[in-house]
């Protein structure tokens, strides 16, 4: 990939959308580019490794400004490579929590599926308890 990018090769590149690409820059995940004579922004390869980095720490589960002070941790020193683990940690955490959470809701789910049913011309089992949470609220 050769330097100085547009905004739809760069967005094309990493796989994303133009707006996506704005909005990264608006918050200061990636360096707004210097302009052309032409006026077009000359976009670099490492603002497409950025962007990779961002995709990938999205797909873990990290937030835009999760990211950003992610990004915005010096490297390479021991206490970087601390922080940044008790980051991790502390997102997977998060994701087992959820994951008990989802669990949970699975189980339930299966309890009320259970109970169906699906005679003809009866009430159903989870309309009726529904009405009774009305009801009784």
């Known amino acids: 990939m050769r ?3 547009t905004i739809g090769q760069i967005a094309s590149c990493s796989g994303v959308t133009i707006d996506t690409v704005r909005v ?3 918050r200061g995940l ?39 002070e992610l990004l915005a941790i010096s490297c390479p020193s021991t206490h970087a490579c601390e922080e940044i683990r008790d980051r991790l940690e502390s997102k997977l955490n998060v994701v087992e929590r959820e994951l008990k959470k989802l669990l949970r809701l699975k ?12 005679t003809i011309g009866e009430h159903c089992p989870v309309l009726e308890a529904l009405e ?6």
């Open 3 to 5: 330097e100085g990018y």
């Open 132 to 137: 009774q949470i009305e009801q009784n609220s």
């Open 107 to 118: 189980g339930a789910l299966g309890t009320v599926i259970q109970t169906c049913n699906m």
């Open 24 to 26: 990264y820059e608006r």
């Open 30 to 68: 990636i360096e707004i580019p210097e302009r052309r004579t032409n006026g077009y922004r000359q976009y670099s390869k490492k603002s497409v490794r950025r962007i990779n980095f961002i995709k990938w720490a999205q797909t873990l589960g990290f937030t835009l400004k999760e990211i950003k």
